[in-house]
């Protein structure tokens, strides 16, 4: 080989490998929502993640793990978009991971641990995943949530989401839309849910209306299904709102 040849072959192998740390810490942007079976919602909100380094630092009884040293997970993934996102927000905290043979397994978040036959589930646009957390492949923009499940021996309720505008006049009556997705990820409209703020239960097709006064935060709840998504609605000064 020529040094000219040896020289570019050189200068591709060292810009290769310098972009490598560069394609591994760019971040994107996630919806990450923590939710209870009782119904409480820890945590819904968009945060940033790619590449992380967690240490495991329980043992995790339930899933049979053990605490070791940092493994990094390489890309956007579940278990990094909850990893990171602890370390900036403290309802998130104590964050409990275990390790194993099988990869990370999460044990407790913000407290609420896994006991007995409880399990934390994960799912990926609004479908339940066929992996643990540490195995779902995220893209910019997606919604994950992590549902503490009351027991493995029963199927976990389905998903509401809520349909809302986010910017309104003051004093303006809205339309939202509550669905419900099951485990697969199909979505059908939801009759009976309740709104927080709307005077009436969503009707056939899952319709319901309410006035906005000021910002407001909206929620979907219905006995028996995981809530849903929480829906900022912002006030503006003038125009019409968006549907």
Same mark, same amino acid.
Not at 89 to 109: E, H, N, Q, T
Not at 113 to 120: I, L, V
Not at 185 to 208: F, Q
Not at 212 to 221: E, H, M, Q
């Given at each position: 080989?020529?040094?000219?040849?040896?020289? =570019? #072959? &050189?200068?591709a192998?060292l810009?290769?490998?310098?972009?490598q740390?560069?394609?591994?810490?760019?971040?994107i942007p996630? +919806? /990450?929502?923590?939710?209870? *079976?009782s119904?409480?919602?820890?945590f819904?909100?968009t945060v940033n993640?790619?590449?992380?380094?967690i240490?495991? %630092?329980? @043992?995790?009884p339930? #899933?049979?793990?053990r605490?070791?040293p940092p493994?990094?997970?390489?890309?956007? %993934? &579940?278990?990094?978009?909850?990893?990171?996102?602890? /370390?900036k927000?403290?309802? =998130?905290r104590p964050?409990k991971?275990?390790?194993s043979d099988?990869?990370?397994?999460?044990?407790?978040?913000?407290?609420?641990?896994?006991?007995? $036959?409880?399990?934390?589930?994960?799912?990926? +646009?609004y479908k339940?995943?066929?992996t !643990?957390?540490?195995?779902?492949? =995220?893209?910019?923009?997606?919604?994950? #949530?992590?549902?503490?499940?009351k027991?493995? @021996? $029963?199927?976990n309720p389905n998903? =509401?989401f809520?349909?809302?505008p986010?910017?309104?006049?003051? !004093?303006?009556?809205?339309?939202v839309r509550?669905?419900e997705?099951d485990t697969?990820?199909?979505?059908?409209?939801?009759e009976?849910?309740?709104?927080? !703020?709307a005077?009436?239960?969503?009707?056939?097709?899952g *319709?319901?209306? /309410?006035?906005?006064?000021?910002?407001?935060?909206?929620v979907?709840?219905?006995? !028996?299904?995981?809530?849903? +998504?929480?829906?900022?609605?912002?006030?503006?000064? +003038?125009?019409k709102h968006?549907?």
């Amino acid at each position: 080989t020529s040094p000219a040849v040896g020289l =570019l #072959l &050189g200068l591709a192998l060292l810009l290769g490998f310098a972009a490598q740390p560069a394609a591994a810490a760019k971040k994107i942007p996630v +919806n /990450l929502r923590v939710v209870t *079976y009782s119904g409480k919602i820890m945590f819904d909100r968009t945060v940033n993640t790619g590449t992380a380094t967690i240490k495991p %630092t329980s @043992a995790c009884p339930t #899933l049979g793990g053990r605490t070791g040293p940092p493994r990094t997970v390489t890309g956007a %993934t &579940g278990l990094g978009l909850l990893y990171q996102a602890s /370390l900036k927000y403290k309802a =998130l905290r104590p964050l409990k991971i275990s390790d194993s043979d099988f990869g990370f397994g999460v044990c407790g978040i913000g407290g609420s641990m896994a006991k007995g $036959e409880q399990w934390w589930s994960v799912y990926q +646009n609004y479908k339940s995943t066929s992996t !643990g957390a540490e195995g779902v492949k =995220l893209k910019r923009r997606d919604s994950i #949530l992590f549902f503490l499940s009351k027991t493995w @021996a $029963e199927p976990n309720p389905n998903l =509401l989401f809520l349909k809302a505008p986010t910017k309104v006049r003051k !004093g303006a009556t809205v339309k939202v839309r509550v669905f419900e997705y099951d485990t697969a990820g199909k979505r059908s409209p939801v009759e009976g849910a309740k709104v927080k !703020g709307a005077g009436a239960l969503t009707d056939a097709r899952g *319709y319901t209306t /309410l006035k906005i006064k000021g910002k407001t935060k909206l929620v979907a709840r219905q006995a !028996g299904l995981v809530p849903s +998504n929480r829906v900022y609605v912002q006030v503006k000064k +003038n125009g019409k709102h968006r549907k």
